[in-house]
């Protein structure tokens, strides 16, 4: 990272700005490749390591997806699969296709980067954060730029400036979470006055809760994420056709019979297909936390938050949820909700 960007960063465990490169007073180096962020009012560390600052600990409930992502690094980005899936998807979310040039945009939960791409080709200026190693297969997929600002941080306490950032984007991450509502609130206080919050969260009802994950998962994510990803790279192969046909016979319900995600209905060529539904079965059997959530709870939490001109429907992805922080507004209220994470931040020995 440019050691310019540190600047952008608050320490997570005192909310301080007053952080330094290694110890006060050694020569700052024009990019930071490894090292150690300090603190200077608290004096916790956070490693630089690869490029990138590190605020979380690297054993974290979010592996099996720094592991999914490193290895499908490329498999579902736009310019990989030349179809404009993600970007119809986020433009979609957000609400229609809009001018980002000059705006201060921040996504959480990044991936491997698919919505990185487009938001960094909108022309806007772009933080991302993942909790796992997945920030690094988004960092290496991404032209260098100066509008791009990478780091491994937590939603439950991202290390940046409040109500800083014109749009706050989160897309396939919230269910993921052990606490949606507290990491929602979270989100929301990075909204500057008059910005927008983008969510999707996979949709709660008795035909979701019926899939063949929620009957398997308190197996599968007890697994090794080798031995599972293992087995799933074996059995998903020959049931895509399976799943294609009962797709077409049966719609949606009916690709659901059988135990594994199929994407041929986005038209995607047969290989690449097959990569999809290899990639998307293991993340749907692997995440420590799966909480599926209503159109009703994520509506409660844009009106907890006292945010305007509110929108939650059903979308691309489940519950898709937009809303804007009112200019004036008071601060975000606290979830209630106990975020499962702990409380202080990694202060982590690089
Ligand atoms: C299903 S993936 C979605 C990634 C990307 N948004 C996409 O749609 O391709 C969920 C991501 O959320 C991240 N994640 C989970 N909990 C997080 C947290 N507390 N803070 C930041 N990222 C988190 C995971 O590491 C994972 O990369």
Redesign the pocket.
């Known amino acids: 990272m440019k050691s310019t960007r540190l600047h952008l960063h608050v320490c997570p465990a005192c909310r301080s700005d007053r952080l330094a490169w290694q110890d006060v007073g050694t020569p700052v180096p024009e990019v930071i490749e490894s090292g150690t962020i300090t603190c200077q009012s608290c004096d916790c560390r956070f490693a630089v390591r690869g490029g990138l600052p590190r605020f979380v600990p690297e054993d974290n409930y979010?592996q099996s997806?720094?592991f999914q992502?490193n290895l499908h690094a490329r498999t579902?980005l736009d310019s990989h699969s030349g179809m404009p899936i993600s970007h119809d998807r986020l433009w979609a979310a957000i609400g229609g296709k809009v001018d980002m040039h000059g705006q201060c945009v921040l996504e959480?939960?990044?991936?491997?980067g698919?919505?990185t791409e487009v938001l960094a080709a909108s022309g806007a200026d772009v933080v991302t954060?993942?909790?796992?190693s997945?920030v690094d297969a988004n960092a290496r997929n991404q032209p260098a730029s100066p509008r791009l600002h990478f780091f491994q941080?937590?939603?439950?306490n991202i290390p940046l400036v409040e109500a800083s950032f014109d749009k706050v984007l989160c897309?396939?991450?919230i269910q993921?979470?052990p606490a949606p509502q507290a990491?929602f609130m979270s989100l929301a206080k990075y909204v500057r006055p008059g910005g927008q919050l983008v969510v999707d969260a996979y949709t709660r009802n008795l035909a979701a809760l019926l899939q063949w994950k929620y009957v398997l998962r308190p197996i599968t994510r007890r697994m090794r994420k080798e031995t599972l990803y293992k087995i799933v790279e074996v059995l998903t192969p020959p049931l895509v056709p399976v799943a294609k046909l009962l797709r077409r016979i049966a719609g949606r319900l009916g690709a659901r019979l059988v135990p594994i995600v199929e994407y041929s209905h986005l038209g995607l060529p047969p290989r690449l297909n097959v990569q999809w539904a290899i990639l998307d079965t293991f993340?749907m059997y692997s995440p420590a936390h799966d909480h599926p959530q209503s159109l009703s709870s994520v509506a409660s939490w844009f009106e907890a938050a006292g945010f305007e001109n509110v929108s939650v429907r059903h979308g691309l992805n489940g519950v898709v949820g937009s809303g804007h922080r009112p200019v004036g507004a008071n601060a975000i209220p606290a979830a209630s909700a106990n975020t499962g994470?702990t409380a202080t931040p990694a202060a982590i020995t690089p």
């Open positions: 979010a997806f720094g992502w579902q959480a939960g990044s991936g491997a698919r919505f954060f993942d909790y796992s997945a941080g937590d939603i439950f897309l396939g991450v993921h979470t990491a993340d994470t």
